[in-house]
């Protein structure tokens, strides 16, 4: 297990240093998610062997936990890409003519489309990992 647990660090560490490299920073975030979710799901098929002594309710409990804290990264990146576009809309329309602020309102638009529903549906998973985090908890009690 040691051995295994070492090779993905090294794996881990390897791609870490390829995509820090990547000057576009979609493609770097995007990359970023990749990353940990194939780490999520390693890390899960290392551990079903290492659960041999646990209960079904404190496994999940554990996934969960792992799902709700990779969902959240989620959700906090999505809200910190849409906020920081609001800024540079609003920064831009500071002192921007008429026809630079209908732009700008058109992109706020395509903005809005691309990413509240976006967080929306973060948000809805997230909440719905924390409830069958709660479930599994109080399972096991």
């Not at 999520?40 to 551990?47: A, P, Q, S, T, V």
């Amino acid at each position: 297990m040691f051995l295994h647990l070492y090779a993905v660090k090294t794996i881990f560490l390897g791609i870490l240093g390829y995509i820090n490299k990547i000057e576009n920073k979609n493609i770097q975030t995007y990359m970023y998610y990749i990353l940990i979710y194939f780490l999520y799901n390693k890390l899960n098929k290392m551990l079903k062997t290492a659960f041999n002594n646990y209960s079904n309710n404190e496994i999940n409990v554990y996934h969960n936990k792992s799902q709700e804290v990779f969902e959240e990264a989620i959700l906090d990146s999505l809200e910190k890409e849409y906020n920081e576009l609001n800024e540079l809309i609003e920064l831009f329309l500071n002192h921007a003519s008429m026809s630079s602020e209908v732009r700008l309102n058109e992109k706020q638009k395509i903005f809005d489309k691309m990413y509240k529903p976006a967080i929306k549906e973060q948000q809805r998973l997230l909440r719905n990992t924390k409830k069958r985090l709660k479930y599994h908890v109080n399972k096991c009690l």
